[in-house]
């Protein structure tokens, strides 16, 4: 992706890192919000295109406060398993790489809500669901065979969750065209959410099928290169056992096994970088 490979050189450094650590954060506030005042998000902080066209803009930022749960519980659970998501995705990806993830998914909804009420009308109050979806649909496409133990007892691989999670999104737009939901005033809030549903995963789209550079993180590329490793027997360059380490931040694979390390071509000698510094880095000359 040399657009956003030109991006991350020019920008890379305003990139946000542990993003996701953040967004929990604003999670639990819009949580306890909920608890002391209910009606206080729909009626001042959610995504209604309507209210955000007579003034109120700081909706397009606010509405991402919504918590993933209403119950404390599954708040919890919920926040644990957003963070390992988004916390895993940036780690493979790179800080600013996820960074344009997640901001062009919140783009793609403040799109959507815009889209649906200039066709239908409709302010449509769209929340996080979406947004948290196309991270957990990123991170099934990066890690397929990860295994989640649903009801904390039973090992379900995330690709066949997502697989799941991909039925009933894709229902969630087929319905609106369905002779039973295509009438009437229902008929339009259908197809309204079928739009928005549509515009909210795009990010999703855009990053995995209109993209080359994400190949080295493919299910396929990423197997090929664990059984590579297993062919070869290493020649440690470090102490502590490590072939690589970036110039940078002193990270070896011992440190995290799912850094990726790359030679600079326009640094003046042998210097190694990870991901999250091979384009952001000052030339060694």
């Known amino acids: 992706m040399n657009w956003l490979d030109k991006l991350e050189r020019k920008f890379g450094r305003y990139a946000i890192h542990n993003l996701m650590y953040y ?3 604003l999670y639990g ?3 306890v919000m909920q608890l002391i ?9 959610s995504l209604n295109m309507e209210a955000v066209l007579h003034g109120q803009i700081w909706r397009i930022a606010t509405f991402i406060i919504q918590p993933p749960s209403s119950s404390p519980i599954f708040m919890l659970i919920a926040l644990y398993f957003y ?15 996820f960074n344009v993830y997640f901001f062009g998914g919140v783009l793609f909804h403040v799109a959507a809500a815009l889209i649906v009420y200039v ?4 302010s449509l109050p769209l929340g996080t669901g979406y947004l948290n979806l196309s991270l957990f649909f990123a991170f099934a496409a990066l890690y397929p065979n990860m295994e989640f133990l649903v009801f904390f007892m039973i090992p379900v691989k995330v690709k066949w969750l997502a697989l799941l999670d991909g039925v009933y999104f894709g229902y969630a737009i087929l319905q609106a065209f369905l002779p039973a939901y295509g009438g009437g005033a229902f008929g339009i809030i259908y197809k ?11 990010n999703f789209v855009i990053f995995f099928l209109a993209s080359r550079n994400m190949m080295p993180y493919t299910p396929k590329e990423m197997k090929r290169k664990r059984e590579f490793k297993k062919k070869i027997r290493p020649v440690n360059r470090y102490a502590n056992g490590a072939m690589h380490r970036c110039a940078v931040c002193g990270r070896t694979e011992v440190d995290d096994p799912d850094l990726e390390f790359r030679f600079c071509s326009r640094c003046n000698g042998d210097y190694e970088y990870c991901q999250e510094h ?8």
């Open 23 to 25: 967004i929990i954060i």
């Open 29 to 31: 506030v819009g949580f």
């Open 37 to 45: 005042a209910p009606s206080f998000y729909y009626n001042y902080l």
């Open 83 to 97: 963070y390992m998501l988004g916390s895993s995705l940036e780690r493979t990806w790179g800080a600013f790489r």
């Open 119 to 122: 066709l239908t009308g409709i």
């Open 192 to 202: 309204a959410n079928a739009l928005a549903a549509a515009v909210s995963i795009l």
């Open 278 to 285: 091979l384009f952001t880095h000052t030339h060694i000359q």
